[in-house]
């Protein structure tokens, strides 16, 4: 089992809502990418919210627009052991410093967590620093969670909310 870590955040002083995910997958790892595996669906999610084809995008313009739009990226998850992908194979984490971080974000309306894996940890870490900030818990983009699309993009719409 071998030693994964997490990506920087994508953030700056105008975030508003910052999506929280648990730990990069293989793909996205490989490619230094957030969100990589082309069956995630991450950017299709957040594009539609935004109205954006984030898909069209090069990554970096990707991160650029999230940005633009006032939406951040991290993990909560620092480092931990994990054979392949998925959650469920997570041991040993040691998370990242979610409240550290949204201490830099004045602006910080809103924490999304993608998927039930990234609130279980997320919320703990938080303690009672996320009384703060609405908590949106939001489906998974992984395809690994098989809720319908159009299920999925009806949860992720709640973001527009705190974008506004």
């Known amino acids: 089992m071998s030693t994964k870590r997490c990506f920087p955040p994508v953030v700056d002083r105008h975030t508003r809502v910052l999506v929280l995910g648990s730990l990069p997958g293989e793909v996205s790892l490989a490619q230094s990418q957030y969100y990589a595996h082309k069956q995630n669906r991450f950017w299709h999610l957040m594009g539609d919210v935004l109205g954006v084809d984030l898909v069209a995008l090069a990554y970096d313009a990707r991160l650029a627009a999230l940005r633009r739009h006032r939406v951040g990226l ?3 998850v620092a480092e931990a052991r994990r054979d392949g ?3 469920s194979n997570i041991r040993d984490h ?5 409240v550290g971080l949204i201490a830099t974000l004045p602006k910080l309306r809103a924490i999304a967590f993608n998927g039930g894996t990234a609130a279980k940890i997320g919320e703990r870490a938080l303690g009672a620093h996320g009384d ?5 818990k939001l489906p998974s983009s992984s395809p690994a969670y098989t809720l319908a699309y159009a ?4 949860a992720w719409q709640a973001l527009r909310e705190w974008l506004a």
């Not at 040691?94 to 979610?98: A, K, P």
């Not at 299920?151 to 009806?154: A, G, P, R, T, V």
């Open 94 to 98: 040691q998370g990242n410093d979610l």
């Open 151 to 154: 299920d999925k993009l009806l």
């Open 85 to 87: 992908s998925l959650d």
């Open 74 to 76: 991290w993990d909560v």
């Open 132 to 136: 703060q900030h609405a908590i949106l």
